[in-house]
């Protein structure tokens, strides 16, 4: 079946400290991989995708590189803002059709 | 361009009774989907339509949960009677088709009492 497991929160961190929010999945066939954002009291944005093996996505500094290998998409970012804090969610979709989205990681930066 | 519009924004009502939710898509987006999204959880796929048809509603509980997509625009989904663990967000959201990125709605919070 189709799942994506992503690590769990809160995660908090300190302004400009370097963020890494792990993401695997398991597809039949060949995902699409996603991370969307979710703010507060707001509806989830998209951050950046991937669609093929080895592909980057990016986005506001954020980064994910689509991992076959590892079946992994991993976000990262160098120096995280106060503004970045929100919940992040992975995603997969094969060929288009339903979304699977992991169970998000929320992430506070302090000051 | 105007996103995704959802209303109410939030909406508290006691088990048993019924609830409606509305969603307007961004114009020209033929798909609209509805998610559910259980607290501490990802969103979970209830309904996908295409145009008009409900193509995909294989999640939803159809003994009390209904949905609509009149003229392939707008849509409403709907529950009666509500149920206390139907307390979550719902979400709606839409792509130019089932292939294309997905925009999310800020969402309804439902709490049922």
């Known amino acids: 079946g189709n799942s994506v497991t992503q690590m769990e929160g809160p995660v908090t961190l300190s302004e400009e400290a370097f963020l890494t929010i792990n993401c695997t999945y398991t597809?039949?066939?060949?995902?699409?991989l996603f991370w969307y954002v979710q703010y507060p009291g707001e509806g989830l944005q998209l951050l950046l995708k991937?669609?093929?093996?080895?592909d980057k996505g990016s986005n506001k500094g954020f980064e994910a590189t689509y991992r076959k290998e590892t079946t992994s998409f991993h976000l990262e970012k160098g120096s995280v803002q106060v503004s970045d804090s929100a919940v992040y969610f992975c995603?997969?979709?094969?060929?288009?059709?339903?979304?699977?989205f992991g169970t998000g990681t929320s992430l506070t930066v302090i000051p | 361009e105007a996103g995704v519009v959802q209303s109410p924004r939030y909406k508290i009502i006691e088990k048993k009774q019924p609830v409606a939710f509305w969603c307007n898509p961004i114009?020209?987006?033929?798909?609209l989907y509805w998610y559910r999204q259980n607290l501490g959880q990802g969103p979970e796929l209830l309904i996908r339509?295409?145009?008009?048809?409900?193509?995909?509603d294989s999640q939803l509980p159809k003994d009390r949960f209904s949905a609509e997509r009149l003229k392939g625009v707008d849509s409403t989904l709907k529950i009666q009677p509500a149920e206390l663990g139907d307390s979550a967000v719902y979400l709606c959201?839409?792509?130019?088709?089932?292939?294309?990125?997905?925009?999310f709605g800020p969402g309804t919070r439902l709490l049922v009492l």
């Open positions: 959201a839409s792509s130019l088709d089932y292939t294309k990125t997905q925009y």
């Open positions: 597809a039949t066939g060949y995902p699409s």
């Open positions: 991937a669609t093929k093996a080895d």
């Open positions: 995603a997969l979709s094969v060929t288009g059709n339903q979304f699977y």
């Open positions: 114009s020209g987006h033929n798909t």
């Open positions: 339509y295409e145009n008009e048809e409900a193509v995909d």
